[in-house]
């Protein structure tokens, strides 16, 4: 149904993605925003985005992530995925990922990042799922600011 994205190894896959990003990856310098986020859950998750925004696009991002496996993997796909988007492409991305939390994916041809499909085990764990949207969250809250 999603091509390679459908096999059936997806924790392989996402722990994949969340090696990308264990080691940290800062921006520094006075164009870049940053701001961390917490989960509001035990475990306090953390991730923290740096970003090069201009004129409400994504030009640059860092990350620090002090979360589970899933914060690492979305963090990832943020960081390899995200230069060049808006708010609008990013609330289309987020939209996405909240059908495949809801085991309510779109279809395969519609997903602007097929990777995505790797959240579809993290819909059995409800408790999780705000976990796995920290990064875009953080990323919403960098293009808002103004400057």
Request: with cysteine.
């Amino acid at each position: 149904m999603y091509g390679d994205i459908a096999r059936p190894d997806f924790i392989v896959q996402l722990r994949q993605y969340a090696s990308r990003v264990r080691r940290d990856r800062r921006l520094q310098g006075s164009t870049v925003r940053t701001i961390t986020l917490t989960s509001q859950s035990e475990s306090q998750d953390s991730v923290t985005i740096d970003a090069v925004i201009d004129d409400g696009i994504i030009q640059e991002i860092g990350y620090r992530v002090r979360a589970c496996s899933l914060a690492q993997a979305t963090t990832a796909l943020v960081a390899e995925r995200a230069i060049g988007l808006g708010m609008k492409e990013l609330s289309d991305i987020e939209q996405q990922i909240e059908q495949i939390l809801k085991e309510k994916p779109p279809e395969a041809e519609s997903l602007i990042w097929p990777d995505l499909m790797m959240l579809q085990n993290a819909a059995a764990m409800p408790s999780r799922h705000a976990v796995a949207l920290l990064p875009f969250h953080a990323l919403r809250e960098l293009l808002s600011m103004g400057g």
